[in-house]
């Protein structure tokens, strides 16, 4: 049984300073000293891995609707986007069974094993034309070279995307992205909420040309998706695409550019990986485990419940902290804050959520991790930093913004 938070524990506080740069001292002293509490705000954070795995796998719900009345809400509702979303809380992400299994069934098929494997050449393709560029640069922002075009890339020829404001689609899916953030800035909520309903409608435009020529993409594949005599509807369309589309790139960034950085910041273990490419996959899981690209998940109570020994009330938001529990000691033994690529059992990190959640592009994210972090420290023996690391001041899909390294 966990200890009862008291007046002098601490609180999560994402907004602390260095938390952007580092939040690990945090997360241990959460597991420490409150790991399980409730925030001023009215939500509860647990940061072991016990009690996250369970929690991941609980069946809570994860739709906003099921929450109490509390600060939070009140928040969105002083900044008058309440209801005004269109794309958050209308994807598979953020909805209970059945709407959520007869979604997932029918945008599932395009990510089986089979469909990703046969990615792999592409992916390849693409990684060794960017370190083509770095080389013949010398020194880049890893970011820009290769970190972010890769699996935006992947993801656009992979959904089909016909020509369109691919910069301006990035401005707004980095704001949006905020959603998934704690977030107590009014006007950060109403860019939120604009940055929503604008990428709906130019994805609304995307689906309208889709129609008028379909071709053997994932867009026409959902546009024509039929399960029993099931489709999706205009409005399930458009959050699924914006879905596939964020995900699809925005976390898999972070896992680029972080694993990277943390083998720059760990010389021993890149040596290892050079030495021995047979490590490519269980390192890839080592540092989806070591800096997790998505820091954070949350469910919805439904009924009374007991986490860690405490008893949590109906309708309350849990914020498991997935970067906090991927680093507990109990769990991962003494060592649990050093990267080792050999870790024995790296693959049973939760970065990818768990249950009925599990992250659908799960597969994808590894083989374009495996590929672009594999091909990249092989090219470059010497490879290095030159400057200091920028992060990009998110909370939750926490990663470089900017990450010069020089060949």
Known sequence: ??????????????????????????????????????????????????????????????????AAEG?????????????????DGRS????????????RKLVSRAFSPRTIAALEPEVTALVDDALATIAEAGRVDLVEALAFPLPFTVISRMLGMPPTDHERLRELTGTLV????????????????????????MIEEVLRW??????????????SAEEDG????????????????????????NLIAGGTLALLRNQDQLDRLRADPGLADNAVDELLR?????????????????????EIEPGMFVLANLASANRDPDFWGPDAERLRLDRRGARQHVSFGGGPHHCL???????????????????????????????????????????????
Not at 290 to 307: E, G, W
């Open 178 to 201: 905020r959603a998934v953030e704690p977030v107590n800035d009014p006007a950060l909520l109403r860019a939120i909420a604009a940055a929503d309903n604008e990428v709906a409608g």
């Open 71 to 87: 600060p939070l809400q009140q928040l969105y509702e002083d900044a008058g986007v309440a209801d005004t979303r269109r794309v």
């Open 210 to 223: 889709k129609r008028r020529n379909p071709a053997d993409d994932l867009l026409s594949a959902l546009i």
């Open 361 to 407: 592009g799960a597969a994808l994210a590894r083989l374009e991790g495996r590929v672009a972090i594999g091909r990249l420290v092989r090219r470059f023996p010497n490879l290095a930093l030159d400057g200091d690391v920028v992060w990009n001041g998110r909370l939750n899909l926490r990663g470089p913004e900017r990450l010069p390294v020089r060949t």
């Open 92 to 103: 598979m992400l953020d909805l209970d069974p059945p709407d959520h299994t007869r979604l």
């Open 230 to 253: 099931d489709v999706l509807g205009d409005d399930e369309l458009v959050a699924q695409v914006a879905l596939l589309y964020v995900a699809g790139h925005e976390t898999t960034v």
């Open 290 to 310: 070591y800096d997790s690209p998505v820091q954070s998940s949350r469910r919805v109570t439904l009924a009374p419940c007991s986490i860690g020994g405490q």
């Open 1 to 66: 049984m966990t200890d009862v938070t008291t007046d002098d524990s601490p609180v999560f506080d994402p907004f602390a300073a260095g938390f952007a740069e580092d939040p690990y001292p945090h997360y241990a002293e959460l597991r420490e000293r409150a790991p399980v509490h409730r925030h001023p705000l009215g939500f509860w954070v647990i940061s072991r891995y016990e009690d996250v795995f369970a929690l991941m796998r609980s069946g809570l719900s994860v739709e906003d609707r099921n």
